[in-house]
């Protein structure tokens, strides 16, 4: 019975991460080693050709008379026996030298390595060289070259100097290589098996980071923190779905048994057309509830921000007071404002207007009756003030963050439903500003930044 080995995912995916490494280490050692080795040989070439132009320069200035004692000459200081130098007349017949003729097929030009036959090397016939030949303005030519055994010798020093050093190279590239490799699998396996458990419904789960984080450290915090405000904004949307089903329940509760109420004891047209209307009633508050949660959604997506526009917020003020002056009368509230003359600031003039209705508006609900409602504007170096007040005592301190929440109503004998300040809320932090509430008193007010003139 045979069976099947299977390799796990983890560790092909460490291996593959790892070779990879290791073979972009090890082709950079060889491309490296390669480099040196062309340069080595590069380097040692000119070097010679460099010898061999002198030697055809010094000859193309020698007279025609000295050449070859000058030619004798430079052989006998060769103690090393690897310098080859030779005379031709223009018939290619040896004058002088230690090379017997002229390698066949040899340029007229440049060095070439060739196959010479030398005359002062006992026991040896033929030897490799590197030489050139130079012709001379008299038509004869002088052969000069040097002996490559030392060169290959040298090379070959070179060469196995590389290996050595390049074996220990490519095995420390390649345990390098599986060693980074199985821990960059490893950092990888934590980021997906932490993936795996928040898509299970745990988002409590976070990367560990060092304290001194490397790259892929500084990733994990980053991961750390969008997995923070996933969180935060998971519990934001549990927590609006769970507001929505309380606050929807007593209305729903409420239309539901009007309906009822009305099909079993409405006996004529009248009282099928007020129970209609009393349904419409709740359904319009239903639907106010609904349409304000959109709102604050909306404005917390920041999606109008490319409609921004300079406001003057002056004219803001006077038409909201104008607008909320009728329903004041109506009430007996003395609806009244102050207003200097600032700076436009960059906003949405409707989302604007809409805060500071809700303020007019809230003041007016939450007032004395027949008290006053105050809206001021005024302007210093650091911001513009925008603040409504009213006579009552305001917002008790401890309720102040509370009524910034959605569906929170400090005074349940009012209408409303609690989405008035939260509405506010966001328009002010959709513009970057401030709602601040008074130390004392009722007043409330929106912080604008004053707009920085360029110089």
Not at 137 to 160: F, H, K, N, W
Not at 324 to 346: F, I
Not at 366 to 383: D, I, K, Q, Y
């Amino acid at each position: 019975m045979s069976s099947t080995w299977r390799i796990d995912p983890r560790t092909r995916a460490t291996w593959r991460w790892g070779s990879v490494l290791a073979a972009m280490l090890v082709l950079q050692s060889l491309a490296l080693a390669a480099v040196f080795w062309v340069l080595a040989n590069d380097n040692h070439r000119r070097e010679i050709e460099h010898a061999l132009s002198d030697d055809c320069t010094f000859f193309r200035l020698t007279p025609p008379t000295e050449r070859a004692e000058e030619l004798r000459e430079k052989l006998d200081r060769d103690i090393h026996r690897d310098l080859f130098l030779a005379l031709f007349d223009a018939q290619g017949r040896r004058v002088v030298g230690n090379v017997a003729r002229i390698p066949p097929g040899a340029p007229s030009s440049g060095s070439f390595v060739a196959t010479v036959a030398p005359t002062e090397l006992p026991g040896k016939r033929s030897d490799q060289a590197r030489v050139q030949l130079c012709p001379l303005p008299d038509g004869s030519r002088v052969l000069t070259g040097l002996d490559l055994d030392d060169t290959e010798a040298a090379l070959r020093l070179v060469g196995q100097s590389l290996l050595v050093g390049l074996i220990p190279g490519v095995v420390l590239a390649i345990v390098f290589g599986l060693i980074a490799g199985r821990r960059a699998a490893r950092q990888v396996d934590a980021v997906r098996r932490l993936t795996e458990r928040i898509v299970s419904g745990d988002l409590t789960q976070r990367l560990p980071v060092a304290r001194d984080p490397d790259s892929f450290g500084l990733l994990c915090a980053h991961i750390n923190t969008m997995l923070d405000r996933l969180q935060l904004l998971v519990a934001d949307v549990r927590a609006i779905g769970d507001d929505i089903a309380h606050q929807l329940r007593t209305p729903l509760t409420r239309l539901r048994a009007r309906v009822e109420r009305g099909m079993r004891d409405a006996t004529d047209r009248d009282a099928v057309i007020a129970v209609m209307e009393a349904t419409l009633a709740d359904v319009d508050a239903l639907l106010g509830i609904v349409a304000a949660l959109l709102r604050i959604r909306e404005l917390e997506d920041h999606a109008r921000r490319s409609r921004f526009a300079p406001v003057d917020l002056a004219r803001l003020v006077e038409d909201a007071c104008d607008l909320h002056r009728p329903t004041a009368e109506d009430r007996g509230v003395d609806l009244r404002h102050a207003v200097e003359p600032v700076q436009p600031v960059e906003g949405d003039a409707s989302l604007l207007m809409e805060a500071v209705s809700n303020l007019i508006d809230n003041a007016m609900k939450f007032g004395p009756p027949g008290g006053s409602v105050r809206v001021t504007l005024t302007a210093n170096a650091e911001a513009v003030r925008l603040t409504v007040a009213d006579d009552g005592d305001g917002v008790p301190a401890g309720e102040r963050a509370l009524v910034l929440q959605r569906f929170y109503r400090g005074r349940h004998d009012q209408a409303g439903v609690g989405l008035g300040l939260p509405l506010v809320k966001a328009i002010a932090d959709l513009h970057g500003f401030t709602l601040a509430f008074a130390a004392e008193g009722s007043a409330v007010t929106i912080l604008c930044p004053t707009p920085r003139t360029g110089s």
